[in-house]
């Protein structure tokens, strides 16, 4: 095992965080496996790489020989984290939350070892609690103490509601910590409060208390809000290669380091020589970003995977071929004048996920039929125009009609 300065410049890396910094030295400087504790509550099926970020920390954890271990939270995910939230968050059924930890979990190890990962379900301690445990939970906690949350401060002033069973999120969150006898939990920079929560109970139980590590929210595509589904910025763990390859190649410059930080697995010692480069201007960005790509798309898909998607993103921007376009069997409809309606034509053949999302593609000058781009408001076209034309909507979605 590394000694406690070469680890703690591989655990830094990226991180926004670690309370208390000393304690962990001195946690490492004992010389054993450190238990990691990352908890998530499968909220949804489909992960992305803002979601990858405190996986890709704990494999680095991994790699420096710990132990790591997943709570995945089918007992937390029936109340819903508060945590960042302006209104409570909808409790999810038993059915959604097994249904989304089985694909998160299969998604999860793309990144973290297996062989090394331990995988527990909180539901297992959470739901036999009696009354009595968890009148004896509480009483560990005082309202002002919960209150102290940004998020519940905030809704508190602002007189929005805040239900009494949120409260109890932090503390079962805690109690995890306790279960496992974690030596440090990460999580997102807004889970910071649960994590002290964590190790506020864990003391009062009398054992070694829990160090808390943040990491930050990745960027999205467009470089200015956070990585979001409904904001459309997202590159998907599940995305096809050529897609996710295109998608990464589409991020700002300036946020290459970070991308390779966060989000590649490069060594520390390889990333800080990318940021040294791109801050003395000796960097070729658009170099790193086909090598950022390929390191991605290889990470999710394998190398061939990687190569492929190289040479499909060549053949379609630098030689300007079509993309790949599936066949689509689809039986043309015509209106009263005779014309067949285009946007709802992008929504059956699934180019857009509705009619109306449709219009707005033909307005901003996305869709081409027959490699020839439509002005806006062209929204009904001659059947002879549609039948079997290669209908391409941005760089990367077609399908050939047949």
């Not at 930890?101 to 999860?108: G, L, M, P, R, S």
């Not at 070694?208 to 409904?230: C, F, I, N, R, Y």
């Not at 709802?344 to 307005?363: N, P, T």
Request: aromatic share 6%; with cysteine.
């Amino acid at each position: 095992m590394l000694g406690v300065e070469e680890q703690m410049k591989v655990i830094e890396s990226g991180a926004m965080q670690i309370v208390p910094q000393e304690e962990l030295k001195k946690k490492l400087a004992k010389g054993t496996p450190l238990n990691i504790k990352l908890g998530v509550d499968p909220t949804s099926p489909d992960l992305h790489l803002g979601h990858a970020v405190p996986l890709r920390k704990m494999r680095q954890f991994q790699d420096l020989g710990h132990n790591v271990t997943l709570i995945i939270g089918n007992g937390t995910a029936l109340i819903g984290d508060p945590s960042g939230r302006d209104s409570t968050r909808p409790p999810l059924t038993e059915e959604q939350v097994e249904a989304n930890a089985k694909t998160y979990v299969e998604q999860a190890m793309k990144i973290l070892d297996p062989e090394k990962t331990t995988i527990v379900h909180n539901g297992d301690w959470i739901k036999p609690l009696t009354l009595q445990d968890m009148l004896g939970l509480m009483s560990q906690f005082t309202v002002a103490r919960i209150l102290e949350r940004e998020d519940f401060s905030n809704r508190y002033q602002n007189h929005l509601p805040i239900a009494l069973h949120e409260f109890i999120y932090p503390v079962l969150q805690a109690y995890d910590s306790v279960m496992i006898n974690a030596d440090l939990e990460m999580g997102g920079n807004d889970q910071i409060f649960n994590l002290l929560a964590g190790r506020d109970l864990m003391e009062k139980r009398g054992m070694e208390p829990q160090v808390a590590l943040t990491m930050p929210l990745l960027e999205g595509t467009d470089g200015h809000k956070k990585m979001s589904k409904s904001y459309g910025n997202y590159v998907g763990l599940t995305d096809e290669p050529a897609d996710m390859y295109g998608k990464v190649m589409s991020i700002p410059d300036e946020l290459l380091g970070r991308y390779y930080r966060l989000a590649s697995t490069l060594p520390v010692e390889e990333v800080d020589a990318i940021d040294a480069s791109l801050a003395e201007g000796t960097a070729d960005p658009y170099a790193l970003k086909r090598r950022l790509a390929a390191n991605i798309v290889e990470l999710y898909h394998g190398a061939q995977a990687a190569q492929d998607a190289a040479a499909a993103f060549d053949a379609l921007f630098k030689e300007h071929q079509r993309p790949h376009a599936p066949e689509v069997a689809c039986e043309l409809t015509v209106n009263d004048e005779g014309k067949v309606y285009l946007p709802a034509l992008l929504a059956q053949v699934g180019l857009a996920k509705s009619a109306g999302e449709g219009r707005r593609l033909i307005d901003g000058g996305g869709v081409r039929v027959n490699d020839e781009p439509l002005a806006p408001k062209t929204y009904n076209l001659d059947p002879s125009q549609v039948e079997g034309a290669f209908i391409q909507v941005g760089k990367r979605r077609a399908v050939q009609l047949v």
